[in-house]
């Protein structure tokens, strides 16, 4: 079965700085990797999600993220943070040729922003 | 927006008591899953379907039981209600991914906040 790690509970950034939120996960073969943001109060919106081909993803609101297999990492990026990207946000693993298997989500790490 | 439904959005019950939430798509997607959400825990799946009454349990199943009759709707029953069971509580669906019958990118309700007294 496959696993998934948050390392950072919380992270602050100043707005304008890079952000960088750490995803490791565990899993026999090459699995598939998704990154959701949660806003107060909202359900979860995908941000970007990888399935096979370039290990670069580019995603919504300016996010990308690389997926790494020597470093078993899907660590989500972005180049200038803004104060409207306060929320929690979620990685999740997915098992290959695994029919029904659902996905395994990370316990989060929450973002805040300040001035 | 993913066509997705869930009712009550807020309900406040008494120990003891059932309660059913309910899930409605409009995507036909073969996937459907309850999840809850609470504070250092993340997002844990208390049970899934993977087609008309086919379904299977979940890491936190224990105290709830699922019914999916159509394809459109999936329901989550608390027998009894506990205070434990206070949480938000989200739906979601999904799709295969690409070429695959393995569970792809998940959509989310809103969720639904349960408060158990």
């Known amino acids: 079965a496959q696993s998934v790690t948050q390392p950072d509970i919380h992270i602050t950034v100043s707005e304008g700085a890079s952000l960088e939120l750490r995803c490791n996960y565990s899993y026999g073969a090459t699995p598939y990797l998704f990154w959701y943001v949660q806003s107060p109060g909202q359900g979860l919106q995908l941000l970007l999600k990888?399935?096979?081909?370039?290990?670069l993803v580019q995603g919504i609101k300016g996010f990308e993220a690389e997926f790494k297999r020597s470093q078993s990492s899907f660590n989500l990026r972005k180049p200038s943070v803004h104060w409207s990207d306060a929320a929690e946000y979620f990685c999740a693993v997915g098992a290959r040729y695994s029919g029904n298997t659902p996905l395994v989500f990370g316990k989060g790490t929450r973002l805040s922003v300040i001035a | 927006d993913a066509g997705i439904t869930q009712s009550p959005r807020h309900k406040v019950t008494e120990t003891g008591t059932p309660v059913t939430l309910r899930c409605h798509q409009t995507?036909?997607?073969?996937?459907m899953y309850w999840y809850r959400q609470d504070p250092g825990h993340g997002l844990r799946l208390i049970h899934y379907s993977y087609g008309v009454k086919d379904t299977d349990k979940g890491e936190v199943s224990d105290g709830y039981s699922v019914s999916r009759s159509k394809t459109e709707d999936f329901l989550l029953t608390l027998e009894s209600a506990t205070s434990s069971q206070t949480s938000v509580y989200f739906c979601?669906?999904?799709?295969?991914?690409?070429?695959?019958?393995?569970?792809?990118?998940?959509?989310f309700g809103e969720g639904s906040r349960l408060t158990v007294l």
């Open positions: 995507e036909n997607h073969r996937y």
């Open positions: 979601a669906i999904s799709s295969p991914a690409p070429g695959t019958y393995d569970t792809g990118e998940l959509f």
């Open positions: 990888y399935f096979s081909g370039d290990t």
